[in-house]
């Protein structure tokens, strides 16, 4: 039972990834790449939101 693996090459970074069903970031290595090709379009402020969280800090409230 000679079982192939698929390998695809990451777009981002170029590395071999075994194309399965349990990699959820295919055809990525990984996560990180996945992102980076997906903010590549909007790459002059590469930003995420993270979990910064609220934006009450930039409310002006009044006094
Ligand atoms: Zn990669």
């Given at each position: 039972m000679a079982?192939?693996?698929t390998l695809v090459a990451?777009?981002?970074c170029g590395?071999?990834?075994a194309w399965r069903p349990?990699?959820?970031f295919r055809?990525?290595?990984g996560e990180r790449c996945k992102m980076i090709d997906l903010?590549?379009?909007a790459n002059e402020?590469?930003?995420v939101p993270t979990e910064h969280g609220t934006f009450?800090?930039?409310i002006e409230r009044p006094q």
């Open positions: 079982q192939k693996t990451c777009p981002t590395k071999a990834v349990e990699n959820a055809p990525f290595c903010g590549a379009w402020s590469y930003k009450e800090e930039d």
